[in-house]
């Protein structure tokens, strides 16, 4: 059996299988057989031969394939997706990759954690290790770097493989040839040229300095990856001693007096004016320390004069490199205090009482200066406690402390007004959405207080391709670093010499030794659109996709991943990366809290997508607005499945029951039929507006809106005629206004519900609907599209062109609404009077504004035949403000 279809020729038709409809259909089992199907069938697959203008590419976060995912990005990975669908089927061929952030931290403890090891540089390479058969966290193996950088690249293509499952249920249209991660070898050859490049033009500089230094991690921390949290601790009023009397100080960081190199009061302080430019001696250890004044010192804060010291926070790095001030540090990278005692501290009686706070931890430092200040009775009073905020690094557990180290960094504009402004400027090249977000951005960029620091004492990330060649005395020469060409990338200098030299002179004078830091997972992510776009490796598909229509990632990130974009584009693009940003807020739980592991309130997605099925999930996730925090509540996933399930039923009322599968727009005659099409006319505009305009939730919501009043109300009134109640033009009518509606739809909710609107395409149609053609107002005006349902070649807006004449033009899209009130007034009346739907009225009058009236009176014959109206029909115009009937009920037979 076939059927033929109408194509937009209305001359020439096309014959298409038979329609089949299941007899159960069902939602179980839909995620399995589509993402099948789409995988065998590459659905999603790009086209690389199709001009820039004619792609849509999207720059998507690389999630950490360490971590565990929770329904907060289940969330916010849809709404990429549901733009890539739009787009795609607005005619864009959308560029669409999928990557994996496998390096850096959270990857390192997992793989420690899972194989029961711990990394040691200074070991040789084993090539025949076997991780333990039964790890245990507390006695980890050492193992070397090359030894631990195997497991973990072992552990994490596992890790790749749960995630990819789970972004298939969950429906996203990713081409899932376009994959990278962030530690493969294209990715460490797109690091390292950008590093060599921005080093070459001086946007990349080695330098000793004070960082912020996590000492759990043993890693330095940028200033982006700081979070400040409260922490107890108390408040010490110690006497500094002048020759006019003590010069009290109120700290909360007692272990740091034998770092102090300053006091420093606010040059206004009538309190401390007299002893600005002379000196006063610490507390225990008798150094000499100058008083200076600074506008950053706050005399309403304690005793309104502070020590500086090297380094206790970032007020002290700003005093010190201001006011020139020597460097002074006691707190090394372990945490500890130093075992030597500096030589400022080296005469009597300061050695002794150093040496008590030698090796010491700086908890139990500051206990043992306490009880100094207490012997000496420099101590006034007892510590107040205290709440303070103070910096972590955003995954650790201790506060940060500040220490000199040697790092490379790339110019942010954090100490550069001209490039501050210039990125600024970056900004707004971007629509942000929602617009508001653009603030978030501006204020991190005017806040930067420092270059970025893009390295990280670790081991499992892309290494910086630099040695140093190393003096007669074995020093290494940090001046002259040595790099490679580009066409020897990518290297590890661990592993390799560089030119003019070979591994027997590795670390020996007159040799060379390899950087042996490696770089911040985030200077990997900040070129995601380079790595994915092929940049440097593939310039035709570079030049296709760059710069990207589109980045998505959440709100907390703008100042990271997003910001850090821009600016490496910047330097090596001379442009923005992407056009539009799309910006996701979070999902909370009920009490509106972060969902996290730590606070035990994570949903698990794979729970949910079992249970309530990825268009249920997709449906919640598209009800989160752009740039808003949703709180989640399970039961409203079961809205999402209700609606999936209403369109199978619908839809096997309209092809199964009522055979309704041709798209004759010729057919359609009826008043009320041609409403309905002109009020989906209104919607597909509304929608189109709303996703062209990144609002998904307002396009799912107008479309949802319209297809519950389709089901409820239209299919209601229009079924007796269907069937034939009223002869076969009527009936023809009715059949192809609901095959066209249907047909237009399924493509409104294809995005959302991709799985049920691609199994009730099936039933009826060529192809994937994920491939045809978004709906316009033309499908409504000009015809039905093809039975591909592509858009037509030429089309301005990539879909069939607009036509002024059609089954919807000239129609009243009010006569729907007023119909359907005056449906729901009879299903009332038999409501109050506590009868059957199905019971009969020997009389109905309706009655409401005049207007509204005579739209309803138009459908007389459908609103007798579905409200089984047996007698008197009456329509009577009045004053009030809405529709209302009044009806008497057939009586039952005695």
Known sequence: MTTERLSPDPSTTTTAPAVVVPDKPALEGLEATWSARWRAEETYAFDRTKPREQVYSIDTPPPTVSGSLHVGHVFSYTHPDLIARFQRMRGKEVFYPMGWDDNGLPTERRVQNYFGVRCDPSLPYDPGFTPPAKPDAKR?????????????????????????????????????????????????????????????????????????????????????????????????????????????????????????????????????????????TS???????????????????????????????????????????????????????????????????????????????????????????????????????????????????????????????????????????????SGSEITWVPAHMRHRYDNWVGGLNGDWLISRQRFFGIPFPVWYPLSDEGEPDYAHPLMPREDQLPVDPSTRAPDGYDEQQRGKPGGFVGD???????????????????????????????????????????????????????????????????????????????????????????????????????????????????????????????????????????????????????????????????????????????FSAYDYTTALEVSEKFFWEFCDDYLELVKERAYGARGPDPAASAKAALAIALHVQLRLLAPFLPYVTEEVWSWWQKGSIHRSSWPTPSDLAAGAPTAAGRPTEGSANGSVEESATGVATGADPAMLAAVAATLRGIRGAKSTAKVSMRSELSRATVTGPARAVALAERAADDLRAAGKVSGDLVFSATDAPEITVDA???????
Not at 196 to 219: I, K
Not at 223 to 241: I, N, T
Not at 585 to 600: A, Q, Y
Not at 888 to 894: R, T
């Open 283 to 425: 507390p225990v250890f008798g150094v000499e320390i100058p008083v200076l004044a600074h506008p950053a010192a706050e005399p309403d804060k304690g005793a309104g004069i502070a020590m500086c010291c090297t380094f206790g926070d970032l007020t002290d790095v700003t005093w010190w490199r201001e006011l020139q001030l020597p460097v002074r540090t006691v707190i090394g990278r372990d945490g500890r205090l130093h075992r030597e005692t500096p030589d400022w501290l080296a005469h009597a009686p300061a050695a002794a009482s150093y040496a008590e706070l030698a090796g010491k931890t700086t908890y139990t430092a500051r206990e043992a200066m306490v009880t100094a200040l207490r012997a000496s009775g420099d101590l006034d009073g007892e510590p107040q406690p205290t709440q303070r905020m103070t910096n972590f690094y955003e995954k650790g557990d201790k506060p940060l402390e500040i220490v000199s180290t040697r790092q490379w960094y790339i110019r942010n504009g954090g100490r550069d007004a001209g490039l501050r402004h210039e990125l600024l400027r």
């Open 888 to 894: 008497d009920v057939v009586p039952s037979p005695a």
């Open 516 to 690: 042996p830091d490696v770089m911040d997972t985030w200077a990997t992510s900040s070129l995601t659109p380079h790595i994915a776009g092929g940049w440097g490796s593939d310039g035709d598909l570079f030049a296709r996709v760059f710069p990207m229509d589109l980045c998505t990632n959440a709100h907390d990130i703008i100042r990271t991943w997003l910001f850090s974009r821009v600016v490496r584009a910047h330097y090596e693009n001379h442009a923005v990366p992407w056009t539009h940003a799309l910006i996701s807020g979070f999902i909370v739980d009920p009490d509106r809290k972060k969902m996290s592991k730590s606070k035990g309130n994570v949903v698990v997605p794979a729970d949910v997508l079992e249970k309530f099925g990825a268009d249920a999930v997709r449906w919640r996730a598209a009800m989160s607005r752009p740039g808003l925090d949703s709180p989640f509540d399970e039961t409203q996933m079961k809205v999402g499945r209700r609606l999936a399930m209403k369109v199978l039923n619908a839809s096997k009322f309209v092809l199964g029951s009522v055979g309704a599968t041709g798209l004759e727009q010729s057919a359609v005659v009826e008043p009320v039929d041609r409403a309905m099409l002109a009020g989906l006319t209104d919607t597909v505009a509304r929608a189109t507006d709303a």
């Open 140 to 280: 980890q193996v050492a193992v070397s770097r090359p030894n631990f950088v195997e497991l973990c690249e072992r552990l994490v293509v596992e890790d790749e493989k749960v995630f990819e499952s789970l972004w298939r249920t969950l429906g996203l249209s990713v081409d899932w040839r376009q994959t990278y991660t962030t530690i493969g070898p294209v990715a460490q050859t797109a690091s390292q040229r950008a590093f060599l490049r921005n080093f070459a033009r001086g946007e990349a500089y080695l330098q000793e300095s004070p960082t912020l230094w996590d000492v759990t991690f043993q890693t330095a921390v940028a200033q982006a990856e700081l979070e400040a949290r409260e922490y107890p601790g108390a408040y010490h009023r110690v006497a500094f001693h002048a020759p006019s009397g003590p010069v009290y100080i109120e700290t909360t960081r007692p272990e740091l007096i034998p770092a102090v190199v300053a006091l420093i009061a606010h040059p206004d302080d009538e309190r401390y004016r007299p002893l600005f430019g002379t000196t006063v």
